[in-house]
């Protein structure tokens, strides 16, 4: 698995007033998606393209478009639909798949309650957002179920990750195609399993059920 850590004073910044306690669900929900975009960038870096023909009103020129398949994007439910926006502003060719995934408070252990994905997903490059790589069990729990599905080539993008995160996904996907996009890497977990410093619980903070 590769792992890339965004390295930006401007991700550095949005996340600096997204873990602010006293930042408000509407502002929450804005950064977040600004993170994603800024992301985006990052995750797309080795998004397929296909040589195509364009005129301009100079002259006929080549350039490149994203190829078919289109990349599928994959929001984990709830919070991941946080970040949905931010992707498909970037990307507005994806298509877009779901997977609800619920982490039980006590055992911290992830079931799947919710998927509407394409029923092939071999050859297509999906990219599945989760603002917050915590125990990992979530994430780990959707790639699982695009692999199982066919995927072979798989991108997982979050604003925030533990070592702890990374080492679970680091064994679940083996020497598979994926990579870890990351605005930033915590120092761990408390014992309610929260990212610490973290933010907080991302679902309650962009929806307003705090
Ligand atoms: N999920 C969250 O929303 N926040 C955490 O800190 C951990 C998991």
């Not at 982490?103 to 919710?114: G, L, M, Q, V, W």
Request: hydrophobic content about 45%; overall charge negative; aromatic content about 4%.
């Amino acid at each position: 698995m590769r792992v890339h850590i965004a390295d930006h004073p401007l991700i550095t910044h949005k996340l600096t007033v997204l873990r602010d306690k006293s930042t408000s669900s509407p502002v929450f929900r804005q950064l977040t998606e600004e993170l994603m975009t800024l992301l985006a960038y990052e995750a797309t870096r080795d998004v397929r393209v296909a040589e195509c023909e364009i005129e301009t009103p100079v002259m006929v020129t080549n350039g490149v478009k994203i190829a078919d398949p289109k990349p599928l994007v994959v929001p984990i439910l709830r919070a991941g639909l946080g970040m949905l926006e931010g992707m498909t502003k970037l990307v507005p060719t994806a298509e877009v798949g779901f997977v609800g995934i619920v982490r039980d408070e006590t055992t911290f252990k992830p079931s799947t309650y919710a998927e509407r994905l394409p029923d092939d997903l071999a050859g297509r490059q999906c990219f599945v957002l989760d603002p917050m790589l915590a125990t990992g069990g979530s994430l780990a729990a959707a790639i699982k179920f695009l692999f199982d599905r066919g995927a072979t080539d798989v991108t997982a993008v979050c604003l925030l990750g533990t070592p702890e995160g990374v080492q679970a996904l680091e064994a679940l996907v083996g020497d598979r195609n994926v990579n870890l996009v990351l605005g930033a890497m915590d120092d761990g977990l408390n014992e309610k399993g929260y990212i610490v410093p973290g933010l907080g619980d991302a679902g309650d903070r962009l929806y307003g059920t705090v």
